[in-house]
């Protein structure tokens, strides 16, 4: 009997100890459960698509080129993209469309123009930092480079974020000329009552243009067909989307040359139509993504160059395009240096937001005289502020 009490007493307490073992273990495991992130609260952004462009005789027309440089944007949509952190390595979470063209009754604002949003995704953190990137294009761009596919939820990068021609460069380079590209960021941390923000969406590409006169239809006895501005180099087919560094150092563009086969140097050409007139103003501008000055070589060196070309394609007369003196991207003074460089007014970088005006409607260039001077003047803008109008 003796045994079997204590039998019955050690059996008592190995359930005790189990019991409080078991006890223990729920509260370690209670210890390691994920503390609930607490969800933000709204987030209402502001966006406005500035920084704008010429109107055509009717702006609700198609647009179909780079029509001048006056008070004028085409965005048409835009597309906001979430991205979880602020550095290079932060992903996308979310893309949305804003609804841009629906804000505004589906008739876009073709000035200067702000609509407020309320972002629809609702897994921001408060107390967390995110970067909030939107995108606006036109009808030409959305095409021409992808989007919005072009930048992938729980895939692309912060880093990574960039404009690229989408599709077979020799048959989809030319969509360059015709799409206008916008974007901007802010970064917020949202709190428990709500947060606002703004994002300024500025051009992401440059534009060049011509107004020429008095264009010759005969050289020797050699007929023109077409007036060319022609880059130094094959242009580039991406651009970053945030912008980087332009000055001291300009690094805001992408090294990414189109192949040589698909006549990318060609930024504009202007037909020359039978019996042109000395008086008459032939003009015409495209779309270009940045790209930096060329390195110093010889007395040759040009961002710029204007050409008169016959059916052939072949160059009869050329001339190279300069900055005034007073632009600060003329590296003619060596940049601080002290250096004087004769041939720095020829070299500049295509820098995004940038209007290259190859003489004004007011003042065209007299092509009777290219070759026969050391170059053709032009003048930049910086945000696309129409003077000559």
């Known amino acids: 009997m003796k045994r079997n009490h204590i039998g019955r ?32 609260g709204e987030v ?22 780079l029509p001048g440089s006056g008070n004028i944007q085409h965005a048409t949509s835009v597309q906001l993209y979430i991205f979880n952190g602020t550095g290079n390595d932060a992903v996308c979470i979310a893309s949305e469309d804003v609804g841009w063209s629906d804000y505004f009754g589906n008739v876009p604002p073709t000035v200067t123009a702000t609509m407020k949003y309320h972002v629809k995704y609702e897994g921001l953190v408060k107390d967390t930092p995110y970067t909030f990137l939107a995108v606006g294009m036109d009808a030409s761009s ?54 606002q923000g703004n994002v300024d969406l500025w051009r992401r590409v440059a534009g060049v243009m011509g107004w020429f006169t008095n264009v010759p239809t005969l050289i020797g006895t050699t007929t023109v067909t077409a007036i060319r ?10 651009v970053p989307l945030l912008q980087r560094s332009q000055t001291p150092v300009f690094k805001d563009y992408i090294a990414s040359p189109l192949s040589a086969s698909t006549g990318g140097r060609i930024l ?29 070589v010889n007395d040759n060196d040009y961002t710029l160059k204007v050409e008169i070309i016959n059916a052939a394609g072949n160059t009869l007369r050329s001339a190279r395009v300069t900055l005034s003196d007073s632009d600060d991207t003329n590296s003619s003074t060596g940049n601080g240096t002290g250096i004087i ?45 129409d003077t000559f109008f």
């Not at 404009?163 to 989809?172: I, P, V, W």
């Not at 070299?347 to 005289?369: D, E, K, Q, S, V």
């Open 9 to 40: 007493k050690w059996a008592f307490l190995l359930s005790a100890v189990l019991i409080t073992a078991c006890q223990q273990g729920e509260e370690i495991e209670e210890l390691v459960e994920p503390v609930p992130q607490e969800k933000a």
């Open 44 to 65: 209402i952004l502001n966006f406005t698509v500035a920084g704008e462009l010429s109107v055509s005789a009717d702006p609700a027309s198609t647009r179909t080129e």
């Open 142 to 195: 959305r095409t021409t480079y992808g989007f919005p596919n072009a930048i992938q939820v729980n895939t692309t990068t912060l880093g990574n974020a960039i404009a690229t021609l989408s599709g077979s460069e020799t048959t989809t380079w030319s969509n360059i000329r015709t799409s206008e590209l916008f974007a901007g960021a802010t970064i917020l941390t949202p709190g428990n009552y709500g947060t």
């Open 229 to 238: 501005i022609t880059l130094y180099t094959q242009q580039n087919k991406s």
């Open 268 to 296: 504009v050409q202007i037909p020359v139509p039978t019996g042109t007139l000395p008086v008459a103003t032939l003009s015409k501008g495209a779309y270009v993504l940045p790209i930096p000055a060329p390195a110093a």
């Open 341 to 385: 460089d004769p041939q720095g007014v020829y070299r500049f970088p295509i820098i995004a937001n940038h209007f290259y005006g190859i003489g004004t409607p007011l003042a065209p260039i007299n092509l009777g005289t290219i070759g026969t001077r050391t170059g053709i003047r032009a003048k930049v803008m910086t945000e696309w502020e």
